[in-house]
């Protein structure tokens, strides 16, 4: 059976691989609410993701109060500052970057991953890590949907954890893995953010595709 079949259009192929290509992580916003009706169909998206054994191992919190998005904040510059002390040399250009929109963005979504334990077998008995893969294809998938839809999403991992899932009444099996920041963009960067603020320039993707085994000295 040919690929031609189930190809799609030129103009389709087209959108696919721009919005793939023009994905960014987001940190600036401007505050306005996100349209509801384009809001369910970015959480359809991601709802849509493939996930190991078909567990679905994701839960989305939508952060309403403002209060609650404060303390957000707040648990974020925490562990900003932590973090900009492990990085040593670096902490400085790192405390200059601009890592969140928290406060300006349209919507504040926190994702939970939600472990199966011993329950979800399928697909996980060697690799246990594979809920965590599928939730983060659900993710992506939102981020594709929000650009397409015109938004911008930046992704948030600096904070712990722990206090999150406490602040947020989690049950001992489900973790908060991300802080989503999703909303109309204050200006669309032609690049990666961090590339543009020369913290780190992408690898060319020839440095990444072996074949058969790994290259001696390869990293």
Known sequence: MSADQHRYSDAERAAIYRVIRERRDVRSFVNEPVDPGILARILAAAHAAPSVGLS??????????????????????????????????????????????????????VVALLSGGTREIFGRRTLPEMD???????????????????????????????????????????????????????????APRLALDHWRQPRPLAEMVYENTWPEGAR
């Open 132 to 190: 965590l893969a599928s939730t983060a294809c659900a993710i992506e998938n939102l981020w594709l949907a929000a650009r397409a839809e015109g938004l911008g999403l930046g992704w948030v991992s600096l904070f712990d954890p722990d206090a999150l899932a406490r602040e947020l009444s989690f049950p001992d099996d489900a973790r908060p893995i991300a802080v989503l920041c999703l909303g109309a963009l204050a200006h669309f960067d032609s």
């Open 56 to 109: 679905q191992p994701w839960r989305f919190l939508r952060i309403t109060s403002p209060a609650l998005r404060s303390t957000i904040h707040s648990l974020v510059q925490q562990e900003r500052l932590r973090t900009a002390e492990a990085l040593g040399p670096r902490r400085e250009e790192f405390l200059r970057l601009k890592v969140e929109g928290i406060l300006e963005c349209g919507e504040l979504i």
